[in-house]
């Protein structure tokens, strides 16, 4: 299970749906796994705002990964995907051909080098941080989500559904 993940997991008891202290689901006895995967800064910058940032910061300082920013990083909105190719908007504009090089550099090269840590940084805590074995405990009722083999079992026993 992805670090990730668990920013949009709550406790699925009926009792803790309007329970503030039920999100986020707290890690215990947790055995963490590292799985390098592909860079993608357009996706880190993506999910970026989606993320509850205090929930995050507390799941990852009780792994141990400390060093994450008190505040939400905020980075340039990365252009829509999808919206129109480049022949379309070439001939939306009657423009017979586009200037395809490289985007301009919009940030200084300090703030750049800055943004660039930060998001491998994300990367690695959001995206390359496994859990494989241990459980998530809900902080208001203290049921257990077993997690085994990197898989959280959510269903619940019928005597609590």
């Not at 990964?65 to 008190?70: D, E, R, V």
């Not at 490289?102 to 300090?110: C, F, K, L, M, N």
Request: hydrophobic share 35%.
């Amino acid at each position: 299970m992805k670090l990730l993940t668990s920013n949009f997991l709550t406790c699925a008891l009926k009792t803790c749906k309007s329970s503030p202290q039920s999100f986020p689901l707290h890690f215990r006895d947790a055995e963490l796994e590292q799985t390098e995967m592909e860079y993608n800064p357009l996706f880190l910058k993506n999910i970026l705002p989606r993320l509850e940032w205090d929930a995050l910061r507390t799941v990852a300082e009780e792994l141990g990964f400390t060093n994450l920013p008190s505040q939400k990083p905020e980075f340039p909105t990365p252009p829509s995907a999808g919206i129109s190719t480049q022949e379309e908007t070439r001939e939306a504009s009657g423009d017979e051909a586009m200037d395809t090089s490289s985007p301009p550099d919009v940030t200084a090269r300090g703030e750049g080098e800055e943004e660039e840590a930060v998001l491998r940084h994300l990367h690695t805590v959001l995206l390359e941080t496994h859990v494989m074995e241990g459980k998530l405990v809900c902080g208001n009722c203290g049921h257990e989500y077993r997690i085994k083999e990197g898989i959280a079992n959510f269903l619940l026993p019928g005597h609590l559904v």
